[in-house]
C-alpha cells in the first residue's frame, strides 16, 4: 500500500520560511520521480516543483528562486523549503510520486499571513 504522509504546513507571515516534508512508504523510491503541487481555493492543482531519480529539478516560474525542491533516496522523503513566501503561496501543498502510476498525499495547508 502506497502512502506520502506529507508534514510541515502551517501559518506564516509575509517574506518567512517552511520546510515541507513527504515521507514515502509502500514504493521502491529511488525510481519514483517526486514532486510538489498546490492547490488554492478555486484554482486548479498546479505543479509546484519537481525532482526526478537522477536529481534533476523543475520549477513554477512563480517560485523559482525561492523554493527549493530535494529528496534524500536512503530516508525516502522529499522536501520543499520555501522562502521568502507572498500571500499567494498560500494553498494546499501536495507530494506526488510519479513513475508508470500517479501517487497522492493527502495535502498539507501552508497558509501565508500577516
Known amino acids: 500500500q502506497v502512502q506520502l504522509v506529507e508534514s510541515g504546513g502551517g501559518l506564516v507571515q509575509p517574506g518567512g520560511s517552511l520546510r515541507l516534508s513527504c515521507a514515502a512508504s509502500g514504493i521502491t523510491f529511488g525510481l519514483y520521480t517526486m514532486g510538489w503541487y498546490r492547490q488554492a481555493p478555486g484554482k486548479q492543482r498546479e505543479l509546484v516543483a519537481t525532482?526526478?531519480?537522477?536529481?534533476?529539478?523543475n520549477y513554477a516560474d512563480s517560485v523559482k528562486g525561492r523554493f527549493t525542491i530535494s529528496r534524500d533516496n536512503a530516508k525516502k522523503t522529499v522536501s520543499l523549503q520555501m522562502n521568502s513566501l507572498k500571500f499567494e503561496d498560500t494553498a494546499f501543498y501536495f507530494c506526488n510520486a510519479k513513475r508508470i502510476s500517479n501517487h497522492w498525499g493527502q495535502g498539507t495547508q501552508v497558509t501565508v499571513s500577516s
Open positions: 525532482i526526478t531519480i537522477g536529481g534533476s529539478t
